[in-house]
């Protein structure tokens, strides 16, 4: 197909030149956009007169029937530098002359920024949307174990008894977090650039609140050379998603540890693990890994879209270019790992047995022990110290804390008496840990409902 921008140049470009500025295999995915901004910008020049009626119905016609043959099949995307030049050309093909009349009062460089936000639109929803599914269904595994006791950890070495309800409450929180993060860059985006021209808008009387209102934008650009040239809303996404990916990869990595002999605490679905080509007793959590690592693609999506505008001059450069294929992978990297992550989730096995064995060790009620002296009246620090001699005895006898007699407990510390058991027992560690945030059933439940809430609203906007 013949350049858009042939009349000022006496050569054909090179091909090593096509093949550089070509973006039509990637910005493909924006067709539907595209024509569908072009379908509001023609209604608008048929209503302002600038073109006439006539014209303004058959590019519409057009259009439409271009965008119902690429969903079925029947057009192929092909042959074009964009998939700007593709739509109109194939208008032109079309309806004729009525056809070159589309880009009246337009270009590409608002075009595309046009196409790209209503494109990013989209798909925040859909990964908002699908980190909420993902918030539900840690709802629903965490009200069937409010009472499954397991070690906490810090430095990965056993701390303080909790309940793996409270850990998966934990992850979301981060998954509210992410979400409010992708609400707030839809706000912030939600702003229609087309009318901005190349860069100095038109001399066309135009009605770009029109065009706004027909896409169903929340408002105009304020300036028509940061509406061609911002991508800030790429980079916020990019970011939001960053952050999303990086506890995804926390919460595999958790579940990698959990899945191992060493652990035994989760085993994952059979339809969501593979094996080994030589160990045929292997069955390994490769969901998890796989989600793990391409955070870190992710993080260079990121970069690629911060460096690629970083040192750029007012206005459109073709240096962004470059945004859509990054931002592209962004988007289906972390819409694939939740798709995947979320049923594996849900079908994931739970060893609550040996949660509970791994809590029985480490000593990880020492602190419980330490707190029965104190509220007796013993100094928290003199309370430590004591407590600290006693597990270094337990560990030279091979027992826990609950198996040392009274009599030795006492020799430890002359307030020890036979309540001690009860305190230190761990469903009484977890009851008591009952402030608001806290791993006690009744504190992790207000935690469930809270997420709960946070989806209804969520659901309502």
């Known amino acids: 197909m013949a350049k858009l921008w042939t009349g000022r140049f006496s050569k ?46 058959a590019i519409v016609k057009g259009l439409q029937e271009i965008l119902a043959d690429i969903d079925d099949g029947k057009l192929v995307l092909q042959g074009a530098e964009d998939i700007h030049t593709f739509v109109e050309q194939e208008l032109t093909k079309r309806i004729g002359d009525a056809g070159k009349r589309l880009h009246t009062a337009r270009s590409r460089n608002d075009q595309v920024a046009l196409d790209l936000r209503m494109y990013v639109k989209e798909e925040i929803k859909s990964i ?28 990965l070495q056993r701390a303080q008894p909790v309940t793996l309800a409270h850990v998966w409450m934990a992850y979301g929180n981060m998954l509210r977090r992410d979400c409010v993060r992708l609400n707030n860059t839809k706000a912030l985006m939600d702003e229609m650039p087309l009318g901005s021209g190349a860069l100095a808008a038109t001399t066309y009387p135009i009605d770009r609140q029109y065009v706004c209102d027909q896409l169903g934008f929340a408002k105009i650009t304020d300036n ?9 809303y790429c980079m916020e996404l990019a970011s939001d998603c960053a952050i999303l990916m990086m506890h995804l990869s926390r919460m595999c990595e958790e579940l990698i540890l959990w899945c191992s002999w060493e652990f035994r605490f989760v085993e994952l679905d059979d339809a969501f693990s593979t094996g080994s080509s030589i160990m045929p007793q292997k069955k390994n959590p490769d969901v998890c890994e796989l989600i793990r690592g391409k955070s870190g693609r992710v993080y260079g999506d990121l970069m690629t879209l911060l460096s690629m505008q970083k040192g750029l001059s007012l206005a459109y450069n073709k240096d962004m270019q470059e945004d859509k294929e990054a931002l592209f992978d962004v988007i289906d990297t972390v819409e694939h790992s939740l798709q995947v992550l979320i049923p594996m989730f849900l079908t994931m096995k739970i060893h609550e047995e040996n949660m509970e064995q791994a809590a029985l060790g480490g000593f990880i009620n020492a602190t419980d022990c330490a707190d029965y ?5 013993v100094p928290f620090r003199d309370a430590y110290k004591c407590i600290g001699e006693m597990v270094a005895w337990c560990i030279e006898q091979g027992c826990a804390l609950k198996d040392v ?52 609203k969520e659901a309502a906007t």
Do not use: W
């Open 12 to 57: 054909e470009t090179d091909q090593s030149l096509d093949v550089l500025n070509a973006s039509l295999p990637f910005d493909c995915r924006l067709y539907r956009q595209d024509i569908t901004g072009s379908i509001a910008h023609a209604k608008m020049l048929a209503k302002q007169a600038i073109i006439s009626k006539e014209d303004g119905a």
């Open 405 to 456: 007699p009274l009599v030795k407990l006492q020799q430890f510390h002359p307030l020890f008496e036979a309540d001690v058991y009860e305190a230190i027992d761990l469903q009484t560690c977890i009851k008591e840990r009952k402030v608001p945030g806290g791993p006690a059933p009744d504190a992790v439940k207000a935690q469930i409902e809270a997420l709960k809430e946070f989806v209804r």
């Open 128 to 155: 908002h949307d699908l980190v909420v599914q993902l918030i539900i269904a840690l709802c629903e595994r965490s009200q069937e174990h409010c009472y499954t006791v397991m070690p906490g950890y810090t430095h």
């Open 373 to 377: 002296l104190t509220k007796k009246g």
């Open 224 to 232: 028509s050379m940061d509406g061609v040239s911002d991508r800030d």
